[in-house]
T-cell receptor
Framework: AQSVTQLGSHVSVSEGALVLLRCNYS??????LFWYVQYPNQGLQLLLK??????LVKGINGFEAEFKKSETSFHLTKPSAHMSDAAEYFC??????????????FGQGTILTVHP | GAVVSQHPSWVICKSGTSVKIECRSL??????MFWYRQFPKQSLMLMAT?????????EQGVEKDKFLINHASLTLSTLTVTSAHPEDSSFYIC????????FGQGTRLTVV
């Protein structure tokens, strides 16, 4: 079984400040890990994914995440927050490797608020 | 990149009626799609796995007779909420498995 824990349901930062959203996972097999962003009443947009290649993954909109096996973590960061980053972020783990992505198990989500 | 189109984006229906939600994969073939439900301020919960040409696989606790899934072609999966009740009001989202784990735009269902 797999699980994802996102530490902090709400994170608030000032515009221009570092964004750090925490995600820890549990998996019995080497995982695929994902970060998604969701704006109100919209679907999920893929920010980035880890698929056992480079441990530091760069995504869209300036976000990146580092896979740390020893810490079972996949934290999402962005050096400088922008107002448009305000949204809800979900970390997810996949139950399959190879070339396809099976069932995704999601964390509870973290709402990011950006203050001017 | 790959695009998943979900329709409608929102729907309001009367209690007791049925609602069909479509999920289309554009420019690629999707043999497997997933359907999720998201209640307000909650995470996504997998409802079922839709497989082209075969029966869907439902997660524990999801009523297969209430949430009918049809995956008749490689580009289209549909979710029909039958005899809808207010407690079925939720945000429904589809996802493709390959080539990327892309999601549809979601459908906001409100049952009145």
């Amino acid at each position: 079984a797999q699980s994802v824990t996102q530490l902090g349901s709400h994170v608030s930062v000032s515009e221009g400040a570092l964004v750090l959203l925490r995600c820890n996972y549990s998996s019995s097999v080497p995982p695929y890990l994902f970060w998604y962003v969701q704006y109100p009443n919209q679907g999920l947009q893929l920010l980035l994914k880890y698929t056992s290649a480079a441990t530091l993954v760069k995504g869209i909109n300036g976000f990146e995440a580092e896979f740390k096996k020893s810490e079972t973590s996949f934290h999402l960061t962005k050096p400088s927050a922008h107002m448009s980053d305000a949204a809800e972020y979900f970390c997810a783990v996949s139950d399959r490797g190879g070339t396809s992505y099976g069932k995704l198990t999601f964390g509870q989500g973290t709402i990011l608020t950006v203050h001017p | 990149g790959a695009v998943v189109s979900q329709h409608p984006s929102w729907v309001i229906c009367k209690s007791g009626t049925s609602v069909k939600i479509e999920c289309r994969s554009l420019d690629f073939q999707a043999t497997t799609m997933f359907w999720y439900r998201q209640f307000p301020k909650q995470s996504l919960m997998l409802m079922a796995t839709s497989n082209e040409g075969s029966k869907a696989t439902y997660e524990q606790g999801v009523e297969k007779d209430k949430f009918l899934i049809n995956h008749a072609s490689l580009t289209l999966s549909t979710l029909t909420v039958t005899s809808a009740h207010p407690e079925d009001s939720s945000f429904y989202i589809c996802r493709v498995r390959d080539p990327e784990a892309f999601f549809g735009q979601g459908t906001r269902l409100t049952v009145v």
